[in-house]
């Protein structure tokens, strides 16, 4: 289990909490189907699972641009 930690800004628990307040608030179900969705070619929330490929790609993508990546 992981605990919070004292900073909000870096707490994975407190932005996963964050996460599931948001997907409430867009009326999307989390208790059916994938934690976390992914966006069809229409930008329409998809019921496919989310692959390490998507996670890896996009965190490249975020790393670069942040002239990080090696």
Same mark, same amino acid.
């Given at each position: ?20 307040? &948001? ?5 999307? *179900?989390?208790?059916?189907? /994938? !934690? ?13 699972? &989310?692959?390490g490929?998507?996670?890896? *790609?996009?965190?490249a993508? /975020? !790393? ?6 090696d």
């Amino acid at each position: 289990m992981i605990k919070e930690c004292p900073d909000p800004k870096i707490c994975p628990v407190a932005n996963l909490k964050l996460y599931v307040k &948001l997907c409430d608030l867009m009326c999307v *179900n989390l208790r059916e189907g /994938h !934690l976390f969705r992914v966006l069809n070619s229409k930008s329409e929330i998809a019921e496919d699972p &989310l692959v390490g490929s998507a996670i890896a *790609n996009r965190l490249a993508l /975020h !790393l670069r641009s942040a002239g990080i990546y090696d």
